[in-house]
T-cell receptor, first 114, second 110 residues
């Protein structure tokens, strides 16, 4: 049973480009969470999704950021018109049910905006 | 806003000693807590969890203590090993998302 898979592991984008981060949850998990981490800081919640639904996006910036978890395929975190401040590690976690149980994390995508 | 914080940003211990990492939380409604270990360049790894109806839980070499009166959580690592060197995060939840603290870096020296 593969763990949470994120790709790419490293992503470099120029300012103004789009970044797409992918997350495939563990088999049997229908709940996906995205977190952002700056160096030497904790993980900040961004968005919580179930299949085809956004449950909680209170941590996601209103502009340029969007997330989806389609019926088929991975969850996608999309950042449009990236700026240098978007440089961070983005982690995805999945759980089999609502997050009052253990959530398993992927290895993250490190986004660098140049 | 974020409600979980840690008292010590860096903890240095000698190999073989016990380590204690502390965490304060502010949301008294939180009912589930997790400790994660994060090694450099990797994602957080589950260590141990505890629910609010408990005050202590033990795993292999690790113990989590929960004091709801003062909203304090601690992680005890027995016989600390070099492989324990990492950043440790506590996280709390009572709804749909985990809220993480800043983290404590544990350094183990010989």
């Amino acid at each position: 049973n593969a763990g949470v898979m994120q790709n790419p592991r490293h992503l470099v984008r120029r300012r103004g480009q789009e970044a797409r981060l992918r997350c495939s949850p563990m088999k049997g998990h229908s709940h996906v969470y995205w977190y952002r981490q700056l160096p030497e800081e904790g993980l900040k919640f961004m968005v919580y999704l179930q299949k085809e639904n956004i449950i909680d996006e209170s941590g996601m910036p209103k502009e340029r950021f969007s997330a989806e978890f389609p019926k088929e395929g991975p969850s996608i975190l999309r950042i449009q018109q990236v700026v240098r401040g978007d440089s961070a590690a983005y982690f995805c976690a999945s759980s089999p049910q609502q997050q009052n149980t253990e959530a398993f994390f992927g290895q993250g995508t490190r986004l660098t905006v140049v | 806003g974020e409600s979980v914080g840690l008292h010590l940003p860096t903890l240095s211990v000698q190999e073989g000693d016990n380590s204690i990492i502390n965490c304060a939380y502010s949301n008294s409604a939180s009912d589930y807590f997790i400790w994660y270990k994060q090694e450099s360049g990797k994602g957080p790894q589950f260590i141990i969890d505890i629910r609010s109806n408990m005050d202590k839980r033990q795993g292999q070499r690790v113990t989590v203590l929960l004091n709801k009166t003062v909203k304090h959580l601690s992680l005890q690592i027995a016989a600390t090993q070099p492989g324990d060197s990492a950043v440790y995060f506590c996280a709390e939840t009572n709804t749909d998302k985990l809220i993480f603290g800043t983290g404590t870096r544990l350094q183990v020296f010989p």
